[in-house]
């Protein structure tokens, strides 16, 4: 086993560690603060459903992290059926697996198509969140362009009104 690589790995299951519990106590601080907040209630959904998103997205980046710490003791299986692959080619081209060998490719198989698909999963969400934050600030910008326009649209016809009773 590479040192490099496990030392990578390690630091990459601490950083996503790390990160997960940050925003996962940050969004449940948000969930906790959420009612004694004065907001509209489209914005407080919002911000729940936000919340609830991240919060997954946390526990999805655990999962994932305990992956890339299984791989570093799966890793020595998967050498050794490695060689063992290359040593029976080397004797016989055709040489087939033995059923243990197999049950062990199909673990690791299945071990990362999981890894895989909680990856995907976190990456899809990440993707809907930014999105929905995207919408959601669009939605408020319209909705401060509006205000504006007709706080200066209430100005101009007091302008107005002010300066046709002057004439």
């Given at each position: 086993m590479n040192p490099?690589?496990?030392?990578?790995?390690?630091?990459l299951a601490a950083?996503?560690?790390?990160?997960?519990?940050?925003?996962?106590?940050?969004?449940?601080?948000?969930?906790?603060?959420?009612?004694?907040?004065?907001?509209?209630?489209?914005?407080?959904?919002?911000?729940?459903?936000?919340?609830?998103?991240?919060?997954?997205?946390?526990?999805?980046?655990?999962?994932?992290?305990?992956?890339?710490?299984?791989?570093?003791?799966?890793?020595?299986?998967?050498?050794?059926?490695?060689?063992?692959?290359?040593?029976?080619?080397?004797?016989?081209?055709?040489?087939?697996?033995?059923?243990?060998?197999?049950?062990?490719?199909?673990?690791?198989?299945?071990?990362?198509?999981?890894?895989?698909?909680?990856?995907?999963?976190?990456?899809?969400?990440?993707?809907?969140?930014?999105?929905?934050?995207?919408?959601?600030?669009?939605?408020?910008?319209?909705?401060?362009?509006?205000?504006?326009?007709?706080?200066?649209?209430?100005?101009?016809?007091?302008?107005?009104?002010?300066?046709?009773?002057?004439?």
């Amino acid at each position: 086993m590479n040192p490099n690589e496990v030392g990578f790995t390690i630091v990459l299951a601490a950083a996503l560690l790390g990160l997960a519990g940050y925003f996962g106590r940050q969004q449940l601080r948000l969930l906790r603060g959420l009612a004694a907040l004065e907001l509209p209630d489209d914005d407080r959904r919002y911000l729940r459903i936000q919340a609830y998103r991240r919060l997954i997205c946390s526990a999805l980046m655990v999962v994932f992290a305990g992956f890339l710490i299984g791989w570093l003791f799966l890793q020595s299986t998967y050498q050794n059926l490695s060689i063992d692959l290359q040593m029976a080619r080397a004797k016989d081209p055709a040489g087939l697996l033995t059923e243990e060998q197999k049950d062990a490719v199909r673990f690791i198989w299945l071990y990362w198509a999981i890894a895989l698909l909680v990856l995907l999963t976190l990456l899809i969400l990440a993707a809907t969140d930014f999105w929905a934050t995207t919408r959601f600030w669009l939605r408020q910008h319209r909705k401060l362009q509006a205000d504006h326009r007709s706080q200066l649209e209430q100005l101009a016809a007091r302008r107005r009104q002010d300066r046709n009773g002057q004439h």
